[in-house]
């Protein structure tokens, strides 16, 4: 009974649940994070909400690739290497729009909210963690979740820097640290998509 493939389609159903459970939580957390942002005049709130929405379309596509083939699985973690980038360069172009643009963004807010951000995405960490040592797409939103953390601390730490010193450097800063993160991470995935495709 050993090689009836129990075990495969269990690991499979329970890594299936974990990316509905991720997915669910970044699509919620990228609506919250978009109104809260724009309220707040925040490009730190944006640039994170727009990684939220980067990493559920990350996880959708992880989903669609769990027990498929080899070549398939590959291919989607390519493709939500190249969102991470695209998602870096839009952040990156956002950052620039509002240093012309002006506008003092709300510390307070960016805190009340990164801190809502960083319990949602510490929930999803220790989520994936679970399966982190499993096939390219979980390592790749392992690699999501890890920076959307570190991200979130930005933010609140971004935030109570606006609130003491009275300006948008701090947040135009977070903006530019999170680009530059969320463009490692999908560096990263594509490099190690490349390597292990070459390998096969």
């Known amino acids: 009974m050993s090689d009836c493939g129990c075990e495969l389609e269990a690991d499979g159903e329970s890594q299936r649940k974990t990316l509905r459970m991720v997915l669910a ?13 724009l309220l707040a005049s925040s490009t730190g709130l944006i640039a994170d ?5 980067a990493d559920a379309n990350v996880y959708a596509i992880s989903l669609y ?17 190249v969102l991470q980038v695209v998602l870096g360069i839009s952040v990156l172009i956002e950052v620039v729009r509002r240093f012309i643009g002006g506008g003092e963004p ?5 805190m009340g909210m990164g801190f809502v951000a960083l319990i949602a995405n510490a929930i999803c960490l220790k989520l994936i963690s679970r399966h982190k040592h499993g096939d390219i797409n979980f390592r ?61």
């Open 25 to 37: 939580i970044n699509a919620a957390m990228f609506v919250a994070e978009i109104v809260a942002g």
């Open 49 to 53: 909400s727009l990684d939220m929405l």
């Open 65 to 81: 690739a769990v027990g498929r083939s080899s070549s398939i699985r590959h291919k989607a973690a390519t493709a939500s290497g």
């Open 106 to 110: 709300i510390g307070a807010a960016m």
């Open 140 to 200: 790749a939103s392992y690699i999501f979740s890890a920076n959307d953390v570190i991200a979130n601390i930005g933010v609140i730490v971004s935030g109570l820097l606006v609130l003491l010193l009275g300006s948008q450097i701090p947040d135009l800063i977070i903006g530019i640290v999170i680009a530059a993160v969320v463009t490692r991470g999908g560096w990263q995935i594509l490099t190690e998509s490349k390597a292990a495709s070459k390998t096969k």
